[in-house]
Each structure stands twice: as C-alpha cells, then as structure tokens.
C-alpha cells in the first residue's frame, strides 16, 4: 500500500506559494502522492499545476473536481495540458459531487447520475487520451479530437455504489474514496471494482482510500473533534450510505484514530482490505500524525 498525503488549501495572496512548500515537504518525506480537493477555493488541476512545476516529482491528484460543471472533452484538454506541464505525474480524480451543489449552487439537473457519469466518462477516457470522439447520448455529445500533449493520465473516478463501481472498473483507472471504512471497502468497495475490471480485460484497479488520521492518546476526544470537523459528510447522502454500511454513527467512527500501534494496526486493516493507496487527512496532533505516516510511507 502506497501513501499519500491530502494537501490543505493555503489561504492568502500566495496560497500557490504554500501549497508548493506543501508538496515540496510531502515529496521529501517520502509520500508517493500528493491529493488536492477542489470545493470553493482554488481550481485544484490549476493549483497542483502551478504549484507542481516549482516541486520535487511526486503524484498530484484530483480528489476530486466535479463533473457537471465542465464538459468532459475540456476537462481532458485541461488535465491533459497539466499532465504534459507535471511530466506525467497528473492523475485526475472526478466526482458527481452532491445534488445541493450541482443543482442549488450551479443550476444544473442531478436527474439520473449514474446516466451522466456513463456518458462524461465515454467521452472523457478516449479524449484523455487522444482519441477521435464522435459520441452523442441523452445528455452530453462531442465530435472532437484533441492534440493536447499529456495523454494517457490516470482517471479515477469517486464511485460508491455499484453501479458506479462497476462504471469505474470497466473504464476508468480505479477510484477514489471518502468516508468508507475497512469492512466496507473489503465487503464492498474492493470486490465489486475488481470484478468489473477483471471482466472488462483491464488492469487490476487503484483504490485511494483518503481518511481522516491522528494519533492521540485521547482517542474519544479526538474522534468527538472529527465528528464536529467532518459533520457535513455525515449528512450527504452518499457518504451517509457508506457511513451506514460500517456500522458508523458518524465520520469520526471511520476516522483514523488512536495511538501509534492502533493507527498502524488500521492501516493493515486497510491494506488487506484491498487499498492500493491510503492519503491521510491529519486533522489533529499534526506533528505526532505525520511522523507516523513519513515514518509508514518510507516503510
């Protein structure tokens, strides 16, 4: 199991500037990947470009940039120019997000998502990798073929229900995961991805797997303090469902938590549940935290 770290968005006129220290620090800490979600803030494939090309080789994902607010042939074409500027360290991390996004915030339908995720994806592999693309389906169409250096990135695709993980194994390069616990990821996540992938003639899939992780001797309090930071997830009803399928109250209960041996005893648990990648998202004791995860990422 490889080991990334879940970058933090600086704030301030040089926000680029911090997230480059941020990635310098992750790549000289031995961290094979470095992941940047993309909310509200900085436009994530802009910002780890930006900051990329000032920082020692490492991995920069995507996790993950929304789907409906881009058509799929220019999603490619920026993420394929950020791949040609990164030396082909770009992997992209795509999303439905959430219907109070996509249809509150941008105006758009969340009718039938698993339909949109097909179609963006029929059109977005095979121009990622410069492809010709004639397609035309219910909602979304392209006659289009790109000359963007970059070709050939990773896509993975934040899936969570079957359909979805079945969608991700046949076409895409794996996925990306929030709030889903070990049993989840074993009984569930990894089984349904693989099989999809194995029937489809492809690759074994990468399943990243970002958590949120401290080590603290207080481990009650500490996951408390998880609940109140992450609470939102445990309202949406995607990460809900996944939440409900660990037995989990709330996100503190998939949370990282404990002391150094318990932490690393998750950790396995999560490498046998079939994770290729676990990005940590340290959200308290950051000192004693990221000293176990260098520590676990250098092996």
Request: aromatic share 6%; glycine share 12%.
């Amino acid at each position: 199991m490889r080991y990334g770290y879940f970058l933090s968005e600086p704030q301030g006129a040089d926000a680029i500037g911090g997230l480059r220290d941020q990635i310098t620090q992750a790549a000289d800490e031995g961290f094979s990947s470095a992941w940047l979600s993309h909310i509200f803030g900085l436009d994530a494939i802009t910002a780890l470009t930006a900051a990329g090309v000032q920082a020692p080789p490492i991995e920069l994902g995507t996790a993950v940039v929304p789907t409906y607010p881009r058509h799929p042939a220019a999603l490619a074409q920026q993420a394929m120019t950020a791949n040609a500027a990164l030396g082909g360290r770009f992997a992209l991390g795509i999303g439905l997000s959430h219907k109070v996004v996509i249809e509150d915030m941008f105006g758009y339908s969340f009718e039938r998502p698993g339909r949109h995720m097909k179609e963006y994806l029929d059109i977005l592999i095979p121009a990622s990798r410069g492809e010709k693309v004639a397609y035309a389906g219910e909602t979304l169409k392209a006659g289009i073929k790109l000359t963007t250096p970059g070709a050939g990135l990773p896509v993975l695709v934040a899936a969570l229900g079957p359909r979805m993980l079945k969608l991700a194994g046949t076409v895409a390069d794996g996925t990306v995961l929030w709030m889903t616990g070990p049993k989840t990821i074993a009984g569930h996540i990894a089984p349904t991805i693989t099989a999809a992938a194995a029937e489809a003639g492809r690759p074994a899939p990468r399943i990243v797997c970002a958590l949120p992780i401290s080590v603290t001797d207080d481990p009650a309090g500490t996951v408390a303090r998880a609940n109140e930071i992450f609470s939102v997830y445990g309202r949406l009803p995607s990460y809900r469902a996944m939440l409900d399928r660990e037995g989990a109250d709330g996100p503190g209960d998939v949370a990282v938590v404990g002391d150094e041996d318990t932490v690393l005893a998750k950790l396995d648990e999560l490498r046998r549940a079939g994770v290729t990648d676990f990005v940590g998202s340290v959200f308290a004791n950051r000192d004693r935290t990221r000293s176990l995860l260098v520590g676990a990422a250098k092996g």
